[in-house]
């Protein structure tokens, strides 16, 4: 989760079996979606009523009352030290817990992980993919002086997704503010929200959101971060003197993937495809999107970890690109070498002539003997793009994705390696070709057929540039 400014509250904190007992500490929430709170006292001796039996170090939610924010619930909480400690010089807090999450703005009286009927999030680069503004200007008369702007709020898209929820483009904005002297400013942002007409556990919501924010990774060619969250219960509102009653929004912290420390540079010509090239589409590409998912997932993970910027070196970056590809065409396809029953009558024939002090051994070496080799996977996940690499340059890509591979895991194994391997200048060429592959099977994937591609790569400058290095 992308967090700008560091957030820190100071405040009382207690365990939800013992009200009476409250704590004074600091709750920070960092870049990242880190949090961490610090007590100047620990819970104990009460603490021992609220130990998971089965890590004895968590702890179930942590409520409080903060400045600013009031209400809180710290939740999925484990203890990171035991008594004041003293850390490059500086003195620790008598306890410091970490959390995987926090909710702010619940009323008083919550004390356990709530259910809520919507979920809204934003991701960076949204307002480019969706690309839709109520902001108008009139420059007609500017060159007297005079300009007009005016704003009329989108309105929301509604999208069915498979899993009963709706996912709803929504839009935000805030009106100028006072005073209007010197300058009037009108902003807008754009939003997705989860709806559900059954109350969920947060994780069901903050899945999908993963799973979006994946996909506009891909489409953006940049790693996105969830930047904004908030949720909703239709059993937690707010009832006025009037008799008026409205939802309480719960703002919600938490570390969420993809995630990268740079900022992304959203450019147009390394989008695929934006919301208005497709929006007849975007249902049915976003429903394709979350099925095939978890299917992918293993080689999507690898794949985003490549691109996070995190891998200390090129040869790095490289090898969780090649296992990524590797793996990608592992879970979508199940092809192999030969057929699977004549396969297993050649090696039961192989296994009985060894003898058996030493068949163990022999048959581990055979259990993987079917499946195709990474040289093999390269051509086949290569072959539905033929179009976009000529036939002279596709066996030296191949060859060149397979030696690198095998130079940087086994580089004693064969002198020869290493005049093959790419390296500097050639091995980032290499990435960025492996890089386009990846979008291109992400199109194949999500719905787009080869005429459809075809357009995407010729408009897409940076993709049409990979094709061709």
Known sequence: MRIK????????????????????????????????????????????????????????????HV?????????RCSRTNKG????????????????????MGLPPGEDASPRFNSFSFSVEGIDE?????????????????????????????????????????????????????????????????????????????????????????????????????????????ETFPDGRTALIPVEIYCSSWPYAKREPAIDDFGILF?????????????????????????????????????LPTLNMQFLVLAQALEAFHRNTSAEMHMD????????????????????NWFCSKLDFANELTLKNRIEKLIEPFDCFIDNERKPRLINRIKDTRNYLTHPDSDSDLESKAAKGEDLILLCLKMNALFRLHFLKLIGFDEQEIDDIVDKCSYLKRECNL
Not at 67 to 75: C, P, Q, R, S, W
Not at 84 to 103: D, K, N, T, W, Y
């Open 67 to 75: 400045e600013k924010d009031g209400y809180v619930m710290i939740d």
């Open 5 to 64: 400014e560091e957030i820190q509250r100071n405040g009382d904190f207690w365990l939800p079996s013992s009200p009476e007992n409250k704590v004074n500490g600091t709750l920070s929430i960092s870049d990242g979606g880190d949090i961490t709170l610090e007590l100047t006292r620990s819970f104990d001796p009460s603490i021992k009523a609220q130990l998971i039996p089965t890590h004895p170090d968590s702890l179930n939610p942590i409520l409080g």
């Open 129 to 237: 993919w969706v690309g839709i503004t109520g902001i108008d200007v009139d420059e007609q008369r500017i060159e007297e002086g005079s300009l007009t702007i005016s704003y009329n709020r989108p309105a929301d898209i509604s999208l069915d997704l498979k899993d009963g929820m709706q996912l709803v483009i929504t839009f935000a904005w805030t009106p100028p503010g006072f005073p209007r002297a010197k300058r009037a400013e009108v902003s807008q942002k754009t939003y997705f929200k989860l709806v559900s007409q059954e109350a969920r556990e947060l994780d069901e919501f903050t899945s999908v959101a993963q799973k979006i924010t994946a996909f506009l990774c891909f489409v953006m060619n940049e790693i996105v971060c969830l930047d904004q969250m908030r949720a909703t219960s239709d059993n937690l509102y």
């Open 84 to 103: 004041a400690s003293i850390i490059h010089g500086r003195l620790r807090a008598p306890e410091v817990i970490r959390a995987r999450r926090v909710f």
């Open 274 to 310: 934006k919301y208005e090239d497709r929006q007849n589409r975007v249902e049915s590409i976003i429903n394709e999107w979350i099925e095939n998912y978890e299917q992918i997932a293993p080689a999507l993970d690898l794949y985003l970890l490549a691109k996070t910027g995190t």
């Open 340 to 359: 699977e029953n004549e396969f297993k009558e050649i090696r039961k024939n192989i296994i009985n002539q060894i003898p058996k002090k030493d068949r």
